[in-house]
Nanobody, 124 residues
Framework: QLQASGGGLVQAGGSLRLSCAAP????????MGWFRQALGKEREFVAG????????KYPDSVKGRFTIFRNSAKNTVYLQMDSLKPEDTAVYYC???????????????????WGQGTLVTVSS
């Protein structure tokens, strides 16, 4: 399964980098996504990256602040989060699907593989 890490407490305006690893799996065969779920809210898509790493997708709420990228040598996918806001506070999950990019990437039920989640708390 996937292993997400890197969450923590940060002040508004700060940065965090989340990692998603998959011991025993080659992440290059998967489209990778990051989702988040704030308390009392539905899980939402925040970033996705194609198998090759050449294509990324973000919702407007994080575009320009979050960056998803791969390190194939480390078999890890990262989510770099800059200029964090209190509204970014949530549990963040990485997810994987062995598919090419399409309209499906925004739907959590299209991803068969999930990490356990890592908590990000942004203080004001």
């Amino acid at each position: 399964q996937l292993q997400a890490s890197g969450g923590g407490l940060v002040q508004a305006g700060g940065s965090l980098r989340l990692s998603c690893a998959a011991p025993g799996r080659t992440l290059e065969i998967y489209f990778m996504g990051w989702f988040r779920q704030a308390l009392g809210k539905e899980r939402e898509f925040v970033a996705g990256i194609s198998r090759s790493g050449g294509f990324t997708k973000y919702p407007d709420s994080v575009k320009g602040r979050f960056t998803i990228f791969r390190n194939s040598a480390k078999n890890t996918v990262y989510l770099q989060m800059d200029s964090l806001k209190p509204e970014d506070t949530a549990v963040y999950y990485c997810a994987a699907a062995e598919r090419n990019y399409g309209p499906w990437v925004f739907r959590e039920n299209e991803y068969p593989y999930w990490g356990q989640g890592t908590l990000v708390t942004v203080s004001s």
